[in-house]
């Protein structure tokens, strides 16, 4: 076996066929290339569908012509850029997605009639189906399976899965100081 170790290591297909050979490799990267398939596909499907539904029709623009203005422009951005710019759009993206949980939370509060602190009592006050205060983070009970060594360990590796078999991830990971 080559080092996996190497700095020839440009992909985690690589240390998969230098590791353990080139069946593991095919393996991994079919999978890969299937379950982006699929999870790109269907996100697509419902960006396009909620921009055509709240917004575009309203201007007449029909379906396909949506979807072919954003195949066009998922093509130029990926003709286009690099591992830095989508290193610099994770980032943009990832400020965005929490910059939307705060204003939908502030939203939500705002609409409710709560401030910071009657909001923090009400979730206190509130419980979900098994009798549990949804504020409630830290579970000591050995016996629940809300354990928090127990989630601590579960969300390990399903870190450690998404992100060591995932070639997007990887090759950033790979790609940038």
Known sequence: SSDVCSSDLTS????????????????????????????????????????????????????????????????????????????????????CMLGGLIFCTLYIMNHLGLGLGQAITALRSTQNARSLPFTKVIFSDPSSKLFFLKQILAGAFITITMTGMDQEMMQKNISVR
């Open 12 to 95: 985690i297909y690589v240390y998969l066929q230098n590791r353990f050979g080139f069946a593991s490799y095919k393996t991994g990267a079919g999978f890969f290339i299937l379950s982006r398939t699929l999870g790109a596909t269907a996100r697509l499907y419902l960006v396009v569908n909620i921009l055509q539904e709240v917004i575009l029709s309203g201007f007449g623009i029909p379906f396909w012509a949506t979807t072919l203005i954003i195949l066009s422009m998922i093509l130029l951005y990926t003709y286009e850029g690099g591992v830095k710019t989508i290193v610099w759009t994770d980032t943009l993206q990832t400020t």
